[in-house]
């Protein structure tokens, strides 16, 4: 094909030209071979024995030599992602359109970019942790491979940005979750052939499928006919999150009659991952069917990815003394086996029909999306019983050490011994507990699922309509409604005949229209529809200049929330079955840029947005499980934010400066914990409103190329990630009703002192020295040393708070003496985390044998199994300052922070065959 493209641009220069003219202009276009959509920022280097001349490709694919001399030239277009190309040209005319060259993708860097990146989440708990890394995942910037590959080992967040100002659409459709707000990667996790076809647009840079997020957004195509055409067969081992993994995929490529079909499925499986008791169970199958007819196309989707996971948990330091980074209390022995208590289990399919329409000037992209299924958290259930995990602070060394009046270090060494003779759950004592004669077949332990079915339907339609070669415009709308039923569901009795759905600290029934004998698979303890919808309509401009491209983009959504409550709960008779009234937020988004070609060298971009997001469904609600209230005077948050960046493109070096700044207002967060504190002792759910935060930073990357086959990399990463105003906290005590609580349920405690603490938004210092080496006899190797810093654990909002400083056991309620303020501030400084350096190698050998490509891939990361810590939290538990006081004051608090920590060294290996 290379030979075709070669005689045709040869043929077109050497046509006859009427006017002769000293000097004249070459341009061409640069597109992808398979989806042959244009390709941007490509290096074009037009160049002879006296003098060489780059350009790079406008957003259009397009790029232009002006004052070019008659004469023969070489023109070379390079990437890291392609093969490179290299024509002769020979100059003899006035005007020489090249026409569109395309390009072949480097097959090596494919598998580099898709075999490493494992998309699951690698550490878990009650309190969700996520990593933007795999929206990263297709990029070519070295400072978001960076991020991707190496940081993301201590959960490092681009910008300090969550997860959800990311934006993930499949083939135009937007498919972030509305619970949430961030996108769910479970849901096509194992399928990375079938979703390697991804368009990536970082930060507030334009997008032809709608405005995107802050932290960028991608677009990953399924169309058949833009897959490689061949089988691909590949089989993994890794001894981090699962331990082996197989994968097949068919891809027909486009036929004759204008079908082209498409193929995928893999198995992940691991009895036990890096983490101890976190067995891994996966399977993953993708199916597309595409017919293309004229400019015209329809393409058909399905997706389920069902997966099931054993999950860990943070420990406080006192664990990680006793048993070390792999500990992990939720599991236990039974009959022989290793029986997780805590299981994340998802089966959510997804079925998709698009339309594309494609010619010179306008396209449109529409399709329709139906996504079900159900997602569970299993939990073990105590009522009225004992505590049975083995990490309860009553049964830990430190409780004998911390307790009122003088340390019982005898009772202290037994406990320490107790526990390393049996440190994981005991299941036989769950069963023995519920077995006894004194319950009479009533299951005093159950194991449950904490259970989502989603129904949610989400279409979307997309167009772009050149205006001439310089005016793009793209405009679009999408809509998606969900039907949300969330409930408990019994599992298994645990050896009982049935359970008793009463709340054992009020002794009042959740459901007074039902039975309050359960059985298993019946739904008890609570029971509710959430029905949710949200429309967005955008519209963009583009224009392209000489040497200035800008754009300005605005959107409008309309989100509402309902809650429908199936459960008559007895503490909540007035407000927790049938319909809440909808709550809806009218937002609005506006975001400009420019760019500035300096020269074919050197770049300014520069860009800019204003705009309000609703909250996300688990922050409107204070206790949906229980009743319909909402979290009061609920507004959209406020994002103020820009960027300026500075590129360099050189023969030998590529560059990129940004400087950014970001500013949230009016957020809101709901937690649940249990508290002894001034205000009392019960489950609370704490809300938090008027937050405020400020991320300020820089990022480096920059890439010098030292000969063909070496590559050195510098990349730095600079932010400073703080809450730049006071919060405001109000808290629902389970025991509603009680004083002080007023009549209708809530506490507000006033002002949370948080002005200048950090976000816990992984490490805000982040710096890294790469070496590449790519020998022309396909094999290549490379090695990255990173540092990560400055990574701060979440805080306790509620001992920020005025009650903090109340004595519960005065009688009117005074203040501690000794909290003064220089006191409050020692004892509530925020702990920040050691800082971490980290190796990790990477290498692949590749063959092409009688026509079939073999690869092999491996990666070692942490080679030096380091010990270090991703992340963690403060207990609310010491909810007022003597409590906190007497705790911390130890060597082992009994309530200190909970801890994350990061795998030590691990491996990954890939062999892969295409033909």
């Given amino acids: 094909m290379t030979r075709i493209y070669l005689l045709s641009i040869i043929i077109g220069i050497h046509c006859c030209s009427t006017f002769s003219q000293d000097t004249y202009q070459i341009k061409g276009i640069v597109a992808d071979e398979l989806s042959k959509k244009p390709l941007e920022n490509i290096s074009v280097i037009l160049g002879n024995d006296a003098s060489q001349n780059e350009v790079f490709t406008r957003t259009d694919g397009l790029f232009e030599f002006s004052g070019v001399s008659n004469g023969d030239y070489i023109l070379y277009i390079t990437d890291n992602n392609y093969l490179s190309q290299k024509f002769p040209v020979k100059v003899t005319r006035e005007l020489s359109d090249l026409g569109v060259i395309y390009l072949k993708r480097d097959i090596t860097v494919g598998d580099k970019i898709n075999l490493i990146t494992l998309s699951d989440n690698e550490l878990s708990d009650d309190i969700e942790i996520e990593s933007p890394t795999p929206l990263l995942q297709a990029t070519r910037d070295i400072f978001l491979t960076r991020a991707a590959f190496d940081f993301s080992q201590a959960f490092f967040k681009v910008k300090g940005y969550d997860s959800k100002y990311g934006v993930v659409f499949i083939n135009g459709v937007p498919m972030n979750k509305m619970l949430t707000g961030r996108p769910e990667w479970n849901n096509w996790g194992g399928l990375n052939d079938a979703t390697r076809n991804q368009d990536l647009v970082n930060g507030l840079s334009p997008s032809e499928y709608g405005f995107g997020g802050l932290l960028g957004s991608v677009n990953i195509s399924t169309r058949a006919s833009e897959y490689r055409k061949g089988i691909r067969i590949s089989s993994s081992l890794s001894n981090r999150t699962y331990t082996g993994r197989v994968m097949a995929t068919y891809n027909s490529g486009l036929l004759k009659n204008g079908l082209a079909y498409s193929v995928s499925a893999s198995r992940r499986w691991a009895k036990q991952g890096y983490i101890e008791g976190t067995f891994y169970d996966a399977y993953s199958f993708f199916g597309a069917i595409e017919y293309k007819f004229g400019k015209h196309s329809i393409n058909a989707t399905a997706i389920y990815s069902p997966n099931r996971r054993g999950q860990s948990s943070a420990i406080t330091q006192e664990v990680f003394d006793l048993s070390g980074r792999k500990y992990n209390p939720y599991w236990g022995i039974q009959d022989g086996k290793i029986r997780n208590s805590r299981v994340k289990e998802i089966k959510e399919p997804i079925a998709m029909l698009s339309y594309f329409f494609e010619n010179t000037k306008f396209s449109l992209t529409t399709g329709i999306a139906y996504q079900f299924g159900k997602y569970s958290r299993s939990r073990l259930g105590y009522y009225n019983a004992p505590n049975p995990e083995p990490t309860y602070y009553r049964y830990l060394p430190s409780y004998y050490i911390n307790s009122s009046g003088a340390a019982n270090f005898e009772n202290a060494n037994l406990a320490k011994e107790t526990f390393l003779a049996n440190p994981q759950l005991d299941w036989q004592s769950v069963y023995n507990a519920n077995t006894g004669p004194l319950n009479n077949g009533k299951s005093v332990y159950v194991l449950y699922d904490d259970r989502t079915d989603d129904r949610q339907l989400s279409v979307s339609s997309t167009a772009t309509y050149n205006i001439g070669s310089l005016i793009k415009l793209d405009a679009g709308i999408n809509y998606k409604k969900l039907t949300s039923a969330n409930y408990a569901i019994l ?409 994350w920590y990061g795998y030590g060294r691990t491996y990954f290996l890939n062999l892969s065959v295409s033909f």
């Fill in 491 to 899: 599992n298994d009795l645990l050896g009982g005949n049935y359970h008793e759905d009463i709340d054992t600290f009020t002794n009042t029934r959740n459901d007074l229209n039902s039975e309050t004998e359960k059985k298993e698979g019946d739904k008890f303890n609570y029971n509710y529809f959430i029905n949710a919808s949200k429309g967005e309509a955008f519209l963009q401009l583009k224009l392209s200049k000489n040497k200035w491209e800008t754009f300005v983009a605005g959107n409008i959504t309309n989100t509402t929330y309902q809650r429908e409550g199936k459960f008559l709960n007895e503490r909540y008779q007035q407000n927790s079955l049938g319909k809440s009234e909808k709550t809806g937020f009218s937002d609005f988004g506006i975001k400009g840029g420019f760019n500035y070609k300096i020269s074919g060298r050197h770049f300014v971009d520069v860009n800019g947005a204003y705009l309000s997001k609703a909250p996300v469904i688990q922050n409107t609600f204070i206790n949906p499980r229980e009743n319909k209230e909402i979290v009061k005077n609920i507004a959209s948050e406020k994002v103020t934010t820009g960027n300026i960046s500075y590129i360099l493109k050189l023969p030998r070096i590529d560059a990129r400066l940004t400087t950014y700044y970001t500013k949230f207002q009016n957020g809101t967060d709901v937690n649940f914990f249990f508290v002894q504190g001034g205000i009392g002792t019960d489950f609370v759910q704490e809300v938090v409103t008027n937050i405020n935060k400020l991320h300020l930073g820089s990022e480096l990357g920059m890439v010098y190329k030292a000969s063909p086959t070496v590559k050195l990399s510098v990349v730095a990463s600079y932010g400073n990630f703080k809450y730049d105003d006071d919060a405001e906290v109000s808290v629902n005590f389970d025991t509603s009703g009680e004083e002080p609580i007023n009549t209708e349920g809530f506490l507000n405690l006033g002002t949370a002192s948080v002005k200048g603490y950090k976000i816990p938004a992984g490490p805000q210092k982040a710096f890294s020295l790469g070496f590449e080496y790519r020998d022309p006899d396909y094999w290549w190797l490379s090695a990255t040393a990173n540092y990560l810093g400055d990574n701060y654990i979440s805080i306790s909002t509620i001992n920020r708070t005025q009650s903090f400083t109340i004595d519960p056991d005065s009688e009117e309620g005074t203040t501690f003496p000794e909290a003064t303020p220089e006191a409050l501030k020692s004892l509530l400084k925020q702990e920040k985390l050691e800082g971490v350096y980290l190796l990790n190698l990477v290498g692949g050998k590749s063959w092409i044998i009688k026509g079939k490509y073999i690869s092999l891939f491996g990666s070692v990361n942490n080679l030096f199994d380091v010990t270090y810590r991703t992340g963690g939290y403060e207990q609310s538990r010491n909810g007022n300052f003597g409590r906190l006081t007497k705790d911390l004051s130890r060597n082992n608090p009994s309530f200190g922070p909970k801890y």
